[in-house]
């Protein structure tokens, strides 16, 4: 699950609101046209989409009406058009919020919270997440092990988070690598061997026994929660 779907046509505003909403503890995907977009949330559950209207070919309005059509995602539109008639027709094809452009962060942020609260009566993200001896603390991005903080790279960081977050689930290489790394990423996908074993190395009991990391041979790895 991916928690915000960016469909925003201007890769430099949609990589700003990438980068902040992560350091804010959201798991997100930038999708750059309103095609991309669809296709995601085809593929993949997401809580809420900050949506672009001005998008080539499929605009934020014909987004919008799609959405709607297939469940009650929490939408908010993203516009430089800020007249009343383009906020009412986002409105009226179901659109729960809109933000002009340009906006403050921490109101469209403020936004994204409310209209998370409201969609699913709880906080907007599950902060802390637990699996007996580990913790990981979401909001300061930090991993402990009985209690001591563990020194991790960012992306040994972000594969746990991933691991916890679908424990049970065998999760493919590919899927790994794109999610951490991304699409356009250089690194080659043999890194994500070596990071995970140098996160077996902190979190294993045994890292030559894995039990927590295991290996799904010829898909890839499934995390087992041991509390």
């Not at 499929?58 to 709607?68: A, S, T």
């Not at 679908?166 to 890194?191: H, I, M, R, Y």
Request: aromatic residues 8%; charged residues 30%.
């Amino acid at each position: 699950m991916v928690d915000i779907l960016i469909i925003e046509d201007n890769i430099e505003l949609g990589t700003l609101l990438k980068d902040f909403l992560k350091r804010e503890g959201y798991t997100t995907y930038h999708a750059q046209s309103g095609e991309e977009g669809m296709r995601s949330l085809s593929l993949e559950s997401v809580k809420l989409v900050l949506l672009d209207i001005m998008l080539p070919n499929l605009d934020g309005f014909g987004v919008c009406r799609m959405i709607r059509e297939k469940g009650n995602t929490p939408i908010i539109i993203m516009s430089a058009k800020i007249d009343k008639e383009d906020k009412l027709a986002g409105l009226e094809l179901g659109a729960d919020d809109y933000i002009d452009k340009p906006f403050d962060i921490d109101i469209l942020l403020a936004k994204i919270r409310g209209l998370l609260w409201r969609s699913y009566g709880a906080k907007e993200q599950q902060q802390i997440l637990n699996d007996g001896n580990i913790e990981i603390n979401k909001a300061a991005m930090s991993v402990k092990k009985d209690g001591e903080k563990l020194t991790m790279t960012l992306k040994e960081y972000e594969l746990l988070v991933l691991f916890l977050e679908n424990a049970g689930k065998t999760l493919q290489k590919d899927w790994l690598f794109n999610k951490v790394w991304g699409l356009d990423s250089f690194s080659e996908p043999s890194t994500l061997t070596v990071h995970i074993n140098k996160l077996r190395d902190k979190i294993e009991v045994n890292p030559k026994k894995p039990e927590r990391i295991v290996t799904v041979w010829g898909v890839g790895y499934k995390y087992e929660k041991v509390s």
